[in-house]
T-cell receptor, first 114, second 115 residues
């Protein structure tokens, strides 16, 4: 079993739809959870960052972490064509230092159709 | 978030030559930088962790003599692909660790094509 599982999609939705992206993981030591957005041929861009369980909202984006189920989600409300990208979940089990490795999911390719 | 730049953004080279990729932290002094490689439609693969003033730590399976990493200052890390071959063609991305958290900020990436 891989440490982080993410459905690669592709996922295609109409503009305005609510998008749900998910990752599951097996390592209970993970404490920091991130979602990155990566446009084609660009570096990943940090979207959301969450420590431990709970919800975090930023505009149209909501990140949820359920450590008891080892399950994280990213919700995108009122999706726009500009949201079309690959979304990568990432997590780490460090103590807040800057030198801990991230474990990535494979990424989900999202297309929002106008 | 932190701002990271990479240069060049795209490089084409002949087989057997060496290529240097620069990664700069523009607004932050990065003690630790990371180098990743990404093949088409695949996720990021960590190659090495680069610490300022010390030797890089390479991931298993990554040849340290082929992928030379130098982190001589808090704002600059370089990756040199030595004696490049077509199978080294890939998207190379650096990142810097954010102080006080485990998150990382990524550069825009460098596309390497070896002919």
């Amino acid at each position: 079993q891989k440490e982080v599982e993410q459905d690669p999609g592709p996922l295609s939705v109409p503009e305005g739809a609510i998008v749900s992206l998910n990752c599951t993981y097996s390592n209970s030591a993970f404490q920091y959870f991130m979602w990155y957005r990566q446009y084609s041929r660009k570096g990943p861009e940090l979207l959301m960052y969450t420590y431990s369980s709970g919800n975090k909202e930023d505009g149209r984006f909501t990140a949820q972490v359920d450590k008891s189920s080892k399950y994280i989600s990213l919700f995108i409300r009122d999706s726009q064509p500009s949201d079309s990208a690959t979304y990568l979940c990432a997590m780490s089990g460090g103590s807040g230092g800057s030198n801990y490795k991230l474990t990535f999911g494979k990424g989900t390719l999202l297309t929002v159709n106008p | 978030g932190a701002v990271v730049s990479q240069h060049p953004s795209w490089v084409i080279c002949k087989s057997g030559t060496s290529v240097k990729i620069e990664c700069r932290s523009l607004d932050f002094q990065a003690t630790t930088m990371f180098w990743y490689r990404q093949f088409p439609k695949q996720s990021l693969m960590l190659m090495a962790t680069s610490n300022e003033g010390s030797k890089a730590t390479y991931e298993q399976g990554v040849e340290k003599d082929k992928f030379l990493i130098n982190h001589a200052s808090l704002t600059l890390s370089t990756l040199t692909v030595t004696s490049a071959h077509p199978e080294d063609s890939s998207f190379y991305i650096c990142s810097e660790g954010a102080s006080g958290s485990d998150t990382q900020y990524f550069g825009p990436g460098t596309r390497l094509t070896v002919l």
